[in-house]
């Protein structure tokens, strides 16, 4: 993440067609993120954000935070986020930039499991998921309020190799 990315992403977060309509959320301040960059550059135990590019132009992001299914010492995985800049959707880069992600995660942490979740209805992002090895687990029903409603999620997950027979 450099910079510039941080500003690009901070107008597409400011409105609906900049985030796409399964990540807006309404119009929330920038600085605790502009904080953060300045503070690791986004990057640290508790996750990160990384900028996708694409043919050296930055296309969006992907981000990592922890999730706890029980104890955090003994329950805690990792889940994905990704938000691409709307002329780089539906090119094949978030599918590529997701499995990079994964991939990196099982390579350098602990994590036996990596989870996503989006809409019921986001179906390009539900493919991109299984594309790079994402398994639907089920749906979390009424789990997201966004744009006056509740919203369905499908709950993804990847298991580290080797681990799926445990």
Sequence with gaps: MVEQDLALFEVALASAEGTGEFQWFGFT???AVQRR????GLIGPDGGVL???YGGECAGRVEWFPSTWGRPVTSTCWTLAIGLLPAWRGKGIGTAAQAALVDYLFRNTRAARVQAFTDVEN???RR???HCGFV???VVRRAQWRDG???D???YSALRPGDEAL
């Design 153 to 155: 999620q499908a709950l």
């Design 51 to 53: 900028t996708v590019t």
């Design 149 to 151: 409603g509740w919203h």
């Design 37 to 40: 960059f300045a503070e690791d």
């Design 128 to 130: 991109a998921l299984e």
């Design 123 to 125: 179906v390009p992002e």
């Design 29 to 31: 301040s920038f600085h």
């Design 136 to 138: 639907l687990e089920g």
